[in-house]
């Protein structure tokens, strides 16, 4: 079904080109759009800034990156300063719902369009602020990866199960939805039990750090059963923390589930380390993200909320979805 999805989009996508290469002179050409990330040295957001980037290029757009090491205040600073400079559109990916709403009040008052990407309102109280998001529906990403977690640990006849929680960071945003989405599957299977939630903040170390700790605290209670790593990066420091320990991994071991498809978790599928991951395509996103921009500028009107398509990756899907996770 996704397969047929993926080619329809794109199908789609080249149907429409002729029409935004027509119209890039009259919309789009020289337009200036101000791009806000946290750090583009993550994998993910740099992929997302460079496929951003190029689609936006071919469609006659110049945009200007600003990155954060996740900073809410650093973030509302450059924003100001986009909106000073009279950037055309603004497209932010929210690093803080509290602290981005004054900024996007501001952009209003000066007439500025704004698309969220990556990282939306958890709520609709603020729809008058934008445009329309584009990136990840992280209910449904959470979703998908408590039933991988639950189908390995099925698929290996274990009656009940103790799992962890590898969250990013649970302030806001992403990672709390994520980790409302995998509690709502565990609450329909009783006798697998979420044990324990530790806030990475998105950082591998303290993600390996966090399961190396979980690892040994239940060491003494027949051990976890599985981990839920909100990115590969963070299963990963999963599978290493196991390994380091000397657990046993894979569908009949400690059963390790990423989040973002990325190259870490694609080898550690392959290895039989992690069972599976979600397919979440920061190159779809960002050529998604420049589209939904072009439509603001030619005044098509959008769904408030536009996602990417979300798939199990698993030893099954592997060969359909690799080249998609290997950014």
């Not at 090491?69 to 909106?83: G, S």
């Not at 303290?206 to 399961?211: D, F, L, Q, S, V």
Request: some cysteine; aromatic content about 6%.
């Amino acid at each position: 079904m996704l397969k047929r999805m993926l080619a329809a989009g794109l199908l789609l996508g080249a149907l429409a080109l002729p029409f935004h290469v027509a119209q890039a002179a009259d919309h789009h050409e020289g337009k200036r759009v101000a791009l806000f990330l946290g750090p583009t040295d993550d994998v993910y957001l740099g992929a997302i800034n460079k496929y951003f980037t190029s689609e936006a290029g071919t469609l006659g757009m110049k945009v200007t990156t600003f990155s954060s090491p996740f900073d809410p205040a650093l973030q509302a600073q450059q924003i100001d300063d986009a909106i000073a400079q009279k950037y055309d559109l603004l497209a932010i990916q929210i690093l803080s719902q509290k602290a981005i709403v004054p900024p996007l009040l501001r952009a209003k008052a000066a007439h500025i369009p704004v698309v969220l990407i990556a990282a939306p309102f958890t709520d609709n109280s603020h729809d008058q602020l934008y445009e329309t998001y584009v990136g990840t529906d992280n209910t449904i990403a959470g979703t998908l990866a408590g039933q991988a977690i639950v189908n390995a640990l099925e698929a290996s006849h274990r009656k009940t199960a103790k799992i962890g929680v590898l969250a990013g960071a649970m302030a806001e945003g992403n990672a709390p939805t994520r980790a409302a989405a995998i509690k709502a599957v565990m609450a329909k299977h009783p006798n697998y039990k979420i044990v324990a939630l530790e806030d990475t903040q998105w950082d591998p170390v303290k993600a390996e750090r966090a399961a190396g700790q979980l690892i040994a605290r239940f060491s003494g209670q027949g051990g976890l059963d599985a981990f839920y790593g909100m990115s590969d990066t963070i299963a990963n420091a999963a599978v290493q923390a196991a390994k380091s320990a000397g657990v046993k991994l894979g569908e009949n071991g400690l059963v390790i589930v990423g989040g973002s498809c990325q190259k870490p978790g694609i080898q550690d599928i392959r290895a039989g380390t992690m069972v599976a991951t979600v397919l979440v395509a920061p190159s779809i996103e960002g050529k998604m993200g420049a589209d939904a921009v072009a439509k603001v500028f030619d005044g098509v009107k959008q769904p408030k909320r536009q996602h990417g398509p979300h798939e199990i990756v698993d030893t099954a899907t592997l060969s359909k979805y690799a080249d998609l996770c290997t950014f």
